[in-house]
């Protein structure tokens, strides 16, 4: 495993992160509180220090069994948590998006039962779940601020949703010197993650960007493919039968990102990467014993991960694991062999040419909180609300 830092904040993050939303949630399948502590550990056992969570997910159960299970290594590792729906007074109905409250009064009090739920005194990453850029004000600002003077918070960040992202709040993150934004981000879906590099690089900000779904729901890890049958809560069935259609022809595209070899959690020592060499974005993000990779396997999975990391304003992806399997694999992506300048070209052209494919994906657009506006100016496509 390989480490970065959030921004200047100081916080320092795994390359791949645990995105507990699987863990006190049946959003992602069913499975016993017992299990999700277990794959906890087990992640921190395989160098995953960066732990994502949110007051919502489970109604603060998730926030709780992360507690539970890096209680004797609090300081090894860094948490992370969302507040901006108030889930206290009111009941969660399905997968329907709950009422937002986003004032500093209900922040500080929704801080102080996420350090109670998680059992700490301070939170490495808080994050704005979902929040509009109109309801980020000064005031919200302000009392950011004084969470981190206070010591129960080291760094901020927004994160995005609940479509694939919102622009202008991620522009308003990156404006406002925000640590960390978290945002839908893989090779299928490279708007807005993209554009806030662009963002990032014309401010000349420090703040790192947080890929979450960097698999797409399970079709560029393969868990999702024409014979999976998504079982009862699995909130990946709402998606119209197009999008998987079109996301399986794009996967064969992509298949030139494979490679065989020795999987990267039984190879041995690791070997410099030579002078010269072409791992996309490896020099300027500093990373650490990186190999040459001559003899490493690179499966689609950790590939998809590889493609993010070559990103230097990505700090940490957060894959969703499943299972234990899921663990060993991804958490070995950093060890796999970065993607070469051609092949991190030939992804670019495949996506700029829309993967070749004459389809509506039943996706037509991105849902955005400023009625499209944001997306408009950047050419985007727009659904609308």
């Known amino acids: 495993m390989h480490y ?4 200047d904040s100081g916080v320092e993050v795994s390359e791949v992160g645990f995105g507990a939303w699987t863990v006190g949630t049946d959003w992602w399948g069913d499975r016993s509180e017992q299990e999700g502590i277990e794959m906890l550990r087990h992640a921190f056992d395989r160098g995953v220090t960066f732990f994502d969570t949110g007051d ?7 926030e709780e069994l992360v507690g539970e299970a890096l209680a004797d290594v609090r300081d090894e590792v860094t948490l992370a948590t969302k507040v901006g729906y108030d889930f206290y007074n009111n009941p969660q109905a399905g997968h ?7 004032d500093a009064e ?12 998680l059992d700490t005194e301070y939170i490495d990453l808080l994050q ?13 600002l302000e009392a950011l601020n004084e969470l981190r003077e206070s010591g129960k918070v080291d ?6 949703g609940p479509s694939i992202g919102w622009l202008a709040e991620g522009d308003a993150a990156i404006e406002n010197e925000f640590d960390a934004i978290q945002v839908v981000f893989n090779l ?15 401010l000349d900000a420090d703040t790192s960007l947080i890929p979450r779904v960097p698999h797409s729901s399970g079709l560029l890890n393969e868990q999702v493919t024409p014979e999976t049958e998504l079982g009862e809560g699995d909130h990946r069935g709402f998606r119209p039968d197009e999008w998987y259609d079109t996301g399986w022809e794009k996967l064969d595209k992509l298949r030139f990102l494979e490679r065989e070899g020795v999987p990267a959690s039984r190879a041995g020592p690791e070997v410099p990467l030579e002078t010269g060499g072409s791992a996309a974005g490896d020099e300027a993000s500093g990373r650490q014993g990186t190999t040459d990779g001559s003899d490493r396997e690179r499966t689609m999975g950790q590939a998809t991960i590889q493609w993010l990391l070559a990103h230097d ?3 940490s992806v957060t894959p969703t694991f499943r299972t234990a399997a899921d663990i060993d694999e991804w958490a070995a992506a950093p060890e796999t062999p970065p993607l070469s300048d051609e092949e991190f070209e030939r992804v670019a052209g495949l996506y700029e040419r829309d993967f070749d494919i004459e389809r509506d994906d039943g996706m037509a657009g991105f849902r955005s909180s400023v009625e499209g506006a944001d997306l408009d100016a950047v050419g985007a496509k727009y659904a609308g609300d």
């Open 4 to 7: 970065r830092e959030l921004g």
């Open 56 to 62: 919502v997910y489970g109604h603060g159960r998730s």
């Open 96 to 102: 329907g998006e709950l009422p937002k409250e986003m």
């Open 106 to 117: 209900y922040l500080h009090t929704a801080v102080e039962r996420s350090l109670d739920r």
């Open 128 to 140: 704005l779940h979902n929040a509009n850029v109109d309801e980020v004000d000064e005031d919200i």
């Open 155 to 160: 760094a901020i960040g927004w994160a995005l």
């Open 188 to 202: 299928f879906e490279q708007v807005p993650g993209q554009h806030f590099i662009e963002t990032i690089e014309e």
């Open 313 to 315: 304003a990505v700090a």
